[in-house]
């Protein structure tokens, strides 16, 4: 009798978990403009930053040397660098904030993304999902994200300054659009 009534208890507590967590749980919405609004706002980008624009949305390979090659190439321009995956809740929760981030700063800032610890279908079809206007730099064993010091957290956000120097390192999600701008401004726009 009492492994019966453990196993309702189980099958209780689990169905009770499933029911709570389809409750509250909301996917995450794009949102990423029209592109007739996104090719508004980045008309006459300085050179570096449309290189970026025409590279939206892409999964870039090479590694660390091609990272650090448009790092470099983005010398006089502030970056601000997501890492992110497609298995990641929280990075999920934050794209649509980089979305919106990435229009309104990306003709004095660049955009780039590190897909870390990915496989490129699911990356992809999460891009296809949520597009964004900056590539990203495929990094599935996280050696990118290792030589820049940010490997642990998902998603994280790495600020470089116009000389192409790390400055700020903010490791979890940003909440908001709001929150993403102020360090944006604070770190990038300095």
Not at 50 to 76: D, E, F, P, V
Not at 98 to 106: C, D
């Given at each position: 009798?009492?492994?019966?009534?453990?196993?309702?208890?189980?099958?209780?507590?689990?169905?009770?978990?499933?029911?709570?967590?389809?409750?509250?749980?909301?996917?995450?919405?794009?949102?990423?403009?029209?592109?007739t609004v996104v090719s508004a706002a980045f008309k006459g980008a300085p050179a570096p930053?449309?290189?970026?624009?025409?590279?939206?949305?892409?999964?870039?390979?090479?590694?660390?040397?091609?990272?650090?090659?448009?790092?470099?190439?983005?010398?006089?321009f502030p970056i601000v660098v997501n890492k992110w995956a497609s298995w990641c809740q929280?990075?999920?929760?934050?794209?649509?904030?980089?979305?919106?981030?990435?229009?309104?700063?990306?003709k004095s800032v660049g955009f780039m993304g590190i897909d870390g610890k990915d496989q490129n279908q699911p990356a992809s079809a999460f891009?296809?999902?949520f597009p964004v206007t900056y590539p990203s730099y495929v990094d599935p064993h996280e050696?990118?994200?290792r030589s820049i010091h940010a490997e642990t957290y998902f998603p994280q956000t790495i600020y470089y300054d116009r000389d192409g120097k790390i400055v700020f390192d903010h490791a979890g999600p940003y909440e908001s659009a709001a929150a993403l701008e102020k360090d944006i401004r604070r770190y990038a726009l300095k």
């Open positions: 009798m009492a492994i019966c009534s453990s196993v309702k208890y189980w099958i209780a507590a689990l169905l009770t978990a499933v029911v709570l967590a389809g409750c509250g749980a909301t996917q995450p919405k794009s949102s990423a403009p029209p592109r930053l449309a290189s970026l624009h025409s590279q939206a949305n892409k999964l870039l390979a090479g590694g660390t040397a091609a990272y650090n090659a448009r790092i470099a190439g983005l010398k006089g929280p990075c999920q929760t934050e794209f649509p904030v980089f979305q919106r981030a990435s229009v309104a700063f990306g891009l296809r999902k050696d990118i994200a």
